[in-house]
């Protein structure tokens, strides 16, 4: 098996503002820096034969490059306890069709519907104790964060492999935004 997730890596200039926000909360455990990056669509795991399908499924995604600009902080939780702390995005449109049309390719191709809402967001640390309260200073002293803008001009198929200490993730296929021709079909 082999467990996969679709992804917009980010540029090394927004990774170092990301970084700089690695800090300040005792009990996380920060991201490492280079596996920084906005997940479209988790996959899960998948039989290895499986994977040249959903490779080229995704190779159909047609879309425009596009701007973006990662903006705020925030946090998920569950039973209380924070589990995640993580960079959000600019409201972009774009963003949300490209995750659509990803959607739309893998579920004809025969994956299951992801249930959740697209909640675009960069996860910078996880926690496995710490109430709300605990990260409040956090939350309030980087809510004013915003990097650079970027241009986002591919995205990319991730194998995830959970080594003992941290994820590694490996990219197996980059499928590049290509501006559309006026009477080109959009998938
Ligand atoms: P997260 O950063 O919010 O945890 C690789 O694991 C990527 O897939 C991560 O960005 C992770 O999001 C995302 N993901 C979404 N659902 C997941 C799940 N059920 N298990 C693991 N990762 C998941």
């Known amino acids: 098996m082999i467990r996969l997730f679709v992804a917009i890596p980010i540029p090394h200039e927004q990774r170092q503002r990301l970084k700089s926000l690695c800090n300040g909360v005792r009990e996380a455990r920060w991201t490492n820096?280079?596996?920084?990056?906005l997940t479209l669509r988790f996959i899960g795991e998948v039989e290895e034969p499986e994977l040249d399908n959903v490779s080229a499924a995704l190779s159909m995604v047609r879309s425009e490059p596009f701007e973006m600009t990662l903006s705020g902080v925030g946090h998920f939780e569950s039973r209380k306890r924070v589990r995640s702390l993580w960079a959000g995005v600019m409201p972009c449109l774009p963003l949300t069709v490209l995750q659509e049309?990803?959607?739309?390719?893998?579920?004809?191709?025969?994956?299951?519907?992801?249930?959740?809402?697209?909640?675009?967001?960069?996860?910078?640390?996880?926690?496995?104790?710490?109430?709300?309260?605990?990260?409040?200073?956090?939350?309030?002293g980087n809510g004013v964060?915003?990097?650079?803008?970027?241009?986002?001009?591919?995205?990319?198929?991730?194998?995830?492999?959970?080594a003992q200490t941290?994820?590694?993730?490996?990219?197996?296929?980059?499928?590049?935004?290509?501006?559309?021709?006026?009477?080109?079909?959009?998938?």
Do not use: C
């Not at 191709?109 to 909640?119: C, W, Y």
């Not at 941290?166 to 998938?187: D, M």
């Open 166 to 187: 941290s994820a590694i993730y490996t990219p197996l296929n980059e499928i590049p935004l290509v501006p559309q021709k006026v009477n080109e079909e959009i998938l």
């Open 101 to 140: 049309r990803i959607e739309s390719v893998l579920s004809r191709n025969g994956l299951p519907p992801d249930g959740r809402k697209f909640s675009p967001h960069i996860t910078l640390g996880r926690m496995k104790q710490g109430s709300p309260e605990y990260v409040r200073d956090w939350l309030e």
């Open 33 to 37: 820096e280079e596996n920084f990056h």
């Open 145 to 162: 964060f915003r990097a650079p803008p970027f241009v986002v001009e591919s995205f990319t198929l991730f194998e995830s492999y959970r």
